[in-house]
């Protein structure tokens, strides 16, 4: 049997897996992230949440140098992240990503979707990636859908292929920037319900999303950013009763009471 999950009981020992160090980037006068001291422990679940335009994707990116920094520190399991080359590829594999757009490759099946980073990057056996592939595929409810193209399936489906192939590579951590907000309605649950086991198992996770049901049940802290920098971090409880910046509070009334 492939192990895919991860127990909690199995897991590596706490302590902080990904440190943000005063970083700051710019674009062009825009100065899109401001003194960034943000750090994630092992197993812990993080939401970013935030008006659009404060920066929440461009961190996300800078974690797994998407985007480069103009200073500050970035470390994931104590490592500065690699500038270039094979580190960097294992960087980008040991850090999963999902983005609101789904970026399978479209001219490659479900299974080799899932298949092919085990093979290229981790250096897996075809057989044994597969059979990690389907398993994971099974995980997350689409493994019927193996032998398709991304197109022939719904996008919670396409969501949820995208989380399997982020898996394969036995990720340290994973982000998610906004993985249902491209999604229709009734898809939006199947995503966050793999989403939800997966916080669960004790994956270490940075969910970027406007789900407050879901930073609820699954959320360990909740990081408020605006305007490049975060406001205010909180339990999630606290956050959403009693949010202490006029900012978290004026962007609450809008996203709750719409
Ligand atoms: N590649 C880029 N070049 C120039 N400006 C960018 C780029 N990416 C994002 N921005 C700008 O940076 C700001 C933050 O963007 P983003 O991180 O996408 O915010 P959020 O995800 O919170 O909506 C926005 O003003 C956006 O227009
Ligand atoms: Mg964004």
Do not use: W, Y
Not at 29 to 56: F, Y
Not at 105 to 118: P, S
Not at 167 to 172: E, F, G, I, S, T
């Amino acid at each position: 049997m492939t192990d895919v999950t991860v127990a909690k009981e199995d897991a590596a020992p706490v302590g902080d897996l990904v440190v943000l160090k005063n970083v700051n980037k710019h674009f062009g006068a825009l100065h899109v992230l401001q003194d960034i001291d943000l750090t994630i422990a092992r197993g812990e679940v993080v939401v970013v949440i935030g008006p659009s335009g404060s920066g929440k994707s461009t961190l996300c990116r800078t974690i797994n140098r998407l985007e480069t920094i103009d200073s500050g520190e970035i470390t994931i399991d104590g490592r500065p992240l690699p500038a270039e080359g094979k580190e960097l590829a294992r960087l980008r594999a040991d850090v999963g990503m999902v983005f609101q757009s789904f970026n399978l490759f479209a001219h490659k099946t479900v299974l080799e979707n899932v298949t092919l980073g085990q093979v290229k990057v981790r250096k897996a056996d075809k057989k044994a990636a597969e059979e990690k592939a389907r398993a994971l595929l099974d995980r997350v409810g689409v493994g019927a859908q193996a032998d398709k193209f991304p197109a022939q399936l719904s996008g919670g489906q396409q969501q949820r292929v995208a989380i399997a192939r982020a898996l394969a590579m036995d990720p340290k951590v994973m982000l998610f920037d906004e993985p249902t907000s491209a999604l229709d309605p009734e898809m939006i649950n199947e995503v966050l319900e793999v989403m939800q086991q997966l916080a669960r198992d004790g994956m270490t996770m940075i969910v970027v999303t406007h789900e407050m049901g879901f930073a609820r049940s699954a959320a360990n802290r909740v990081v408020f950013m605006a305007d490049g920098r975060i406001v205010e971090e909180a339990a999630p409880e606290q956050f959403f009763s009693n949010p202490r910046s006029d900012r978290a509070k004026d962007f609450l009334s809008k996203i709750l009471h719409h």
